[in-house]
């Protein structure tokens, strides 16, 4: 299966600021699309990256807190909004063309 | 009702044993089924991949899925200390990778 590539691999934020996660798969891909992994849970959809077009979203996750672009077949890049300690949590990029393959995460810290 | 339900373990067993990881779901509508691997710090890794009911096997792993039950497993045979890490079970009703629910995984150390 295609190589995703995701960075960064964790980093510590101040509460209020942003911060923007970068996913690079090898291949072009049919999907992308992002979760979220918090301890003793299971992994939740965000949302599914649309190439050219706005990210479909789950339910309890909105656009302006998580906005998603995906300006090709092999990038996507999540931005996690005005940050509070409740954002602390592995960010997972996933691509897939009938299963699902992830990068090795972004673990997020927000202080 | 979570839609799938699985052990969180954690589960410990000595190298050579056969491990039994198992989920339960509600969907009667599941038809792509998954097990990932998942080892500290990483992501997780697709271990098996199967649609509808039956067995498959891959090496010293084999993934098991009884609709009728509602209820997949994955064993692993001759266990080693690399397959030390948390075992995710995923499964969706469309192709395998639209709508993917997840178990919250279980976490497997085999002891040397």
């Known amino acids: 299966s295609a190589v995703i590539s995701q960075k960064p691999s964790r980093d510590i934020c101040q509460r209020g600021t942003s911060l923007t996660i970068q996913c690079q798969v090898d291949?072009?891909?049919?999907?992308m699309f992002w979760y979220r992994q918090q301890p003793g849970q299971s992994l939740t959809l965000i949302a599914t990256a649309n190439q050219g077009s706005e990210a479909t979203y789950e339910s309890g996750f909105v656009i302006d807190k998580f906005p998603i672009s995906r300006p090709n077949l092999t990038f996507s890049t999540l931005t996690v909004s005005n940050m509070s300690p409740e954002d602390s949590s592995i960010y997972l990029c996933?691509?897939?063309?009938?299963?699902?393959?992830f990068g090795q995460g972004t673990r997020l810290t927000v202080v | 009702q979570k839609e799938v339900e699985q052990d969180p373990g954690p589960l410990s067993v000595p190298e050579g044993a056969i491990v039994s990881l198992n989920c339960t779901y509600s969907n009667s509508a599941f038809q792509y089924f998954m097990w990932y691997r998942q080892y500290s710090r990483k992501g997780p890794e697709l271990l098996m991949y199967t649609y509808s009911s039956g067995n498959k096997e891959d090496g010293r792993f084999t993934a098991q899925v009884d609709k009728s039950s509602k209820y997949i497993s994955l064993f692993i045979r001759d266990s080693q200390p690399s397959d030390s890490a948390t075992y995710l079970c995923a499964m969706s009703a469309e192709t395998g990778a639209n709508n993917l629910f997840f178990g919250t995984g279980t976490r497997l150390t085999v002891i040397p």
């Open positions: 996933g691509g897939a063309h009938t299963e699902a393959f």
């Open positions: 291949s072009q891909v049919t999907m």
